[in-house]
């Protein structure tokens, strides 16, 4: 008989085990994940009173069975490693209630310019066709919503530490510089395409067009609006400074957002007022408002939630009757429209930022799945509609097909263009390629 092998030693199980379990590692972590937040993030009791600095929330590695420790480094390298989470912190910096508001709102931008795409391969009047445009509707808050946290967050930057240089040499860099590249590379797919003549690429007076007003592509006004703001909101620092309530701030904002509107139409006539922060005063003070007051915006939200939730459904139902006669093609009166639209939306960002904090609290993994997706929301918003019309060049819903099969096409093309630009985000984070695409 052949002799029996011995079971390998105690010492080589180990390094074998080690090796594998560093493998494991690696891929996750390439993957975004971070060893055992899920199950330390179960710990109770959570405590998170206001937005977590980063300089709070920054985690660092520690060996096995130390103790846990918070890190005092904004920017401590070891944010990938294994973490350890105190009951005072229970997230990271890139997971904190701003990515969660972050990836709500991506979440939001692609299926309302799915829903746009799906709308134009339904029969207009039929009963698909108005249940995709209400829901078309219902999420037509995007681009207030991220004004509006744009202006909260730095808002709250510049309160505790303003530079004037590098404050808008990093703005430039971050908002200026990108938007000027995807403007030139969705002016150069929409000739590409066949949706433009060949000609626009060499005439002076359509891309002062594209660049002035955001048009090179219909989602690249937003980029335009957020340089304006970046431009602005130092000067509104003194109204910071006073920490002005967050109500008053509402019904100021509410006030002048009428001025501005008025003022445009009868003295400024801008050709395309929703390409500049004319459009957005409401939303931008009230993030100012909500940005003076950060540290205690939680508590707010969890005081006044069922106010907001009231003013929400006396708003919600003329809203969305009004949005849907416009996309009907009824007789609607702009005035009442905007009106409409622009208090809806400030509501609904004011909600999902408290909301976003009252979810911080939890350790689903839908959670983390989504605040991760906020970390690449900007990768998302950018290349998101060049995949959409891509695909729908490739192949588009016939008219005489099921409302169904429609349904399931824009479903499966809403789920492409999310994920691949996330993944593709998530791949280039920290490499300098990401920065000179992406500002970041």
């Known amino acids: ?78 944010a990938r490693a294994p973490i350890a989470v105190t009951h005072q912190t229970i997230s990271t910096a890139r997971l904190s209630a701003v990515d969660l508001f972050r990836g709500l709102a991506i979440m939001e931008v692609v299926t309302h310019h799915t829903t746009t795409m799906t709308m134009r391969h339904l029969e207009k009047g039929s009963a698909a066709f108005i249940g995709t445009a209400a829901v078309n509707q219902i999420l037509h808050f995007a681009v207030p919503a991220f004004i509006f946290l744009s202006s909260t967050i730095l808002t709250r930057s510049l309160l505790k530490d303003f530079q004037p240089g590098r404050y808008y040499w990093r703005r430039l860099l971050r908002g200026g510089w990108p938007y000027v590249l995807w403007s030139i590379l969705y002016v150069i797919w929409y000739v590409v395409s066949g949706r433009r003549p060949p000609s626009v690429l060499t005439n002076p007076e359509r891309w002062g067009f594209y660049l002035f007003y955001g048009k090179a592509s219909y989602h690249l006004y937003f980029m335009l609006v957020a340089l304006q703001v970046y431009m602005i909101l130092p ?134 799945l989504i605040a991760m997706l906020g970390t690449v929301s900007l990768q998302v918003y950018l290349i998101h509609p060049f995949m959409l019309q891509a695909l729908e060049k490739w192949y588009a819903p016939a008219p005489n097909e099921p409302a169904s099969l429609t349904f399931l096409i824009s479903l499966i093309y809403g789920v492409v263009v999310l994920v691949l630009p996330a993944v593709l985000g998530r791949l280039l984070s920290g490499q300098r390629i990401s920065l000179f695409l992406f500002g970041r």
Do not use: C, D
């Open 1 to 78: 008989m052949s002799q029996a092998r011995r079971p390998p030693s105690p010492l080589l199980r180990g390094l074998r085990l080690g090796r594998i379990g560093a493998a494991l590692n690696y891929l996750s972590e390439q993957a975004g994940y971070r060893p055992g937040l899920r199950r330390q993030l179960r710990q109770p009791p959570y405590n998170t009173p206001g937005l977590p600095s980063h300089s709070a929330m920054a985690l660092i590695r520690t060996r096995h069975h130390a103790s846990v420790a918070v890190a005092t480094s904004p920017a401590a390298p070891e």
């Open 235 to 368: 000067l509104l620092l003194p109204i910071a400074r006073k920490r002005p309530p967050i109500w008053v701030a509402l019904i100021a904002g509410a006030a002048l957002q009428m001025g501005a509107y008025f003022l445009n139409r009868e003295v400024l006539r801008v050709p395309y007022p929703a390409s500049t922060v004319l459009w957005y005063v409401l939303p931008i003070i009230l993030g100012l408002a909500v940005g003076a007051r950060l540290s205690e915006f939680s508590e707010w939200f969890q005081k006044n939630k069922f106010i907001l939730l009231g003013l929400l459904v006396l708003v919600f139902p003329p809203y969305l009757m009004v949005s849907l006669n416009y996309v009907l093609g009824h007789g609607v009166a702009p005035i009442v429209h905007n009106s409409l639209s622009w208090l809806y939306s400030s509501l609904v960002a004011l909600s999902l930022l408290g909301l976003a904090y009252q979810w911080q609290k939890s350790a689903h993994p839908l959670r983390i």
